[in-house]
């Protein structure tokens, strides 16, 4: 989602067709809740997505595919849009209390929107107020960009970075696609070619990475050879296709010297209260499997060696 220069009032009345229902409830909690009203009231209840994806089900609803179109259920909607749809089955309900079972079914429905708006204005309030000191801040952070960023690479360095997790933690958005990216063999470049080359290998990945990336992506390097990329609200696909894009990039790096290949670890936050910086181990180890994969292929040694035939 890019947040950039829109009104805040748009920003509520389009943004929520951004969301799904893990981005405003909390799903095992709202799941305990809808079990113990079932057995309070002898219903059986199903909550899916907008296009009618199964989210929380209560009760026997196999083979049952929701159209959401010719039957759509109960709607919840938060802000005019519709997020969710409830269908209920009160086939076992005793007729005296079908109509007080009904109320509290259009209560339940009223209270997922009331809930869900809650949720939706205190995220998009959250990242509109970020946008608000960014702008006002604008002229220091110009003057102060090169505190921010590594000298080397042009990317956040380690403590701005730490930073930029935060704030993206604060905003609550999920999920955030977490990406560890890794050089492989860095140390041979330097052992072999020295502090120019391995110094200049450095910079053509974070290069690499800055090419591929979408301007809503954040870079940083946290370690010599290590850089981590945010893609907050990533969609489905998206962090995949970006680390196969920067690895295809890097095999065909042509130079006499330098062999750019790099490992990538990739896991999601996708639950708010997770910290992001709690997700870096699990990336890391992703990145250590796909490093072994990558230099035992076939021909990675060959190519990481012909500069020494230079």
Not at 44 to 67: I, M, Q, W, Y
Request: with cysteine; hydrophobic share 35%.
């Amino acid at each position: 989602m890019n947040y950039k220069s829109v009104p805040f009032d748009k920003r509520i009345k389009e943004n929520v067709r951004n969301y799904a229902l893990d981005n405003l409830y909390h799903i095992d909690t709202l799941t305990e809740y809808c079990k113990a009203l079932c057995a309070v009231a002898g219903v059986e209840l199903l909550l899916t997505e907008r296009h009618g994806e199964k989210v929380v089900s209560v009760g026997n609803f196999a083979g049952f595919t929701p159209d959401v179109v010719e039957d759509p259920g109960r709607k919840v909607r938060v802000y005019g849009r519709t997020i969710a749809h409830l269908y209920a089955k009160t086939d076992d309900v005793p007729v005296q209390r079908k109509d007080a079972v009904e109320r509290l079914l259009d209560g339940l429905t009223q209270i997922l929107s009331h809930w869900g708006e809650e949720a939706y204005l205190h995220t998009e309030s959250s990242i509109y107020m970020d946008e608000l000191e960014e702008k006002v801040g604008m002229q220091h952070v110009q003057t102060a960009r090169g505190e921010n960023e590594d000298a080397l690479t042009g990317v956040y360095h380690k403590l701005y970075f730490e930073e930029r997790m935060k704030a993206i933690d604060r905003a609550e958005v999920v999920p955030v696609a977490v990406i560890n990216v890794n050089i492989n063999d860095w140390k041979f470049v330097n052992d072999n070619f020295g502090d120019e080359e391995s110094d200049r290998l450095i910079k053509t990945i974070a290069d690499i990475l800055k090419q591929e990336k979408k301007p809503d992506y954040e870079i940083g390097r946290v370690d010599g050879d290590v850089f981590i990329v945010l893609i907050p609200a990533a969609e489905d696909g998206e962090a995949e296709d970006y680390c196969r894009r920067v690895q295809e990039a890097c095999l065909h790096y042509e130079d006499k010297i330098l062999a750019p290949s790099v490992a990538c670890g990739l896991v999601y936050k996708t639950n708010v209260e997770e910290l992001l910086q709690d997700k870096l181990p699990d990336a890391e180890y992703e990145m250590f499997d796909n490093k072994f994969m990558i230099k035992n292929a076939p021909g990675y040694r060959e190519r990481l060696e012909h500069g020494l035939k230079s």
